[in-house]
């Protein structure tokens, strides 16, 4: 399933680049995120619960960000596997200055399989654009109560 979304920053995008490389701050955004510690440079694993449907459950997996080209652009792999299922996805976040803002563009994929694919195939977008809508609100607000 194909997921893109935009997000707009009133801030510049070192600023911005800085927060989405900031592993404590994409743990403390990610919604349902547990924990999220290194494994290696840019590698990291990742507890996360959510729900999907009627299926709610917990993932452990990694969260890896590849190609990094700052601040300008990097890639995202997460993989993810627990009793509901399993999800991969992967995509590009760019980041674009616009006139002392940041604009952040993610163009993605995501993917379900199992017991959560067999009942929320139809949800699965819908919940991760909801993910990625609460990820970088969370990440607006802790740009501007810095």
Partial sequence: MHIQNSYTFDAPPKAVWDLLVDID??????????????????????VLTMGIAAITGRYEGTVEMRDLDP??????????RGKPGFVTGGGAISLRDTDGGTRVTGDGTVQGGGTVARIGQRLIGSVAKMMMDR??????????SK
């Fill in 25 to 46: 701050a994409v743990a403390a955004c990610l919604p349902g995120c547990e924990s999220m510690e290194p494994i290696s440079e840019n590698k990291y694993r990742a």
């Fill in 71 to 80: 601040p300008n652009s990097y890639r995202l792999i997460v993989e993810g």
């Fill in 135 to 144: 990820f970088f609100a969370c990440l607006q607000d802790r740009l501007t």
